[in-house]
């Protein structure tokens, strides 16, 4: 498995998509499948929008499931008990950084976890890329929509 190929996530992530692939395989799945036999049952399909909704939800698990599989497949598990490893910013850290006078707080996650909105951003973003490896103290510019950004890293947590 190449670097590219690993999906990184915490522990509670990788429980979630476990239990959406149950949850797909064992109920999901069958209760389509049961949708388009009832369907198929009333005549001609050509004109049947249950049978043609039924047809694109199926094919919409059958892809999420194909998805989780690879996912949980690639899956490294991030080690939230190490985040603070030799005062670096690692995958699964949470820090404080100064950005236009401003403090804000990011969680480094998986690209699979990310929400920026929460404050987690991707350890693949170009903000999270740029603070892989710095320690407190480090300033790393950002190119973003508006311009370059500059950041300054006051904690690791």
Do not use: C
Not at 44 to 49: F, G, H
Not at 142 to 152: C, L
């Amino acid at each position: 498995m190449s670097d590219h190929d690993i999906q990184y996530l915490s522990q509670d992530k990788y429980d979630a998509l476990e239990k959406e692939l149950e949850q797909l395989k064992s109920t999901s799945i069958p209760e389509i499948a049961h949708r388009i036999d009832e369907a198929k049952q009333l005549g001609d399909l050509s004109e049947n929008a249950e049978y043609h909704q039924a047809k694109e939800d199926m094919g919409w698990a059958q892809g999420r499931v194909k998805e989780i599989g690879y996912i949980l497949g690639n899956a490294q598990i991030i080690d939230t008990k190490s985040t603070n490893a030799g005062g670096k910013v690692v995958l699964g850290s949470r820090i404080v950084v100064r950005v236009n006078k401003n403090e804000k707080e990011y969680t480094i996650v998986g690209a699979q976890e990310a929400n920026p909105i929460q404050g987690m951003i991707s350890n693949e973003s170009p903000l999270g890329e740029a603070f892989m490896g710095k320690h407190v103290g480090d300033t790393v510019h950002v190119e973003v929509p508006a311009g370059v950004q500059t950041y300054t890293l006051l904690d690791i947590k």
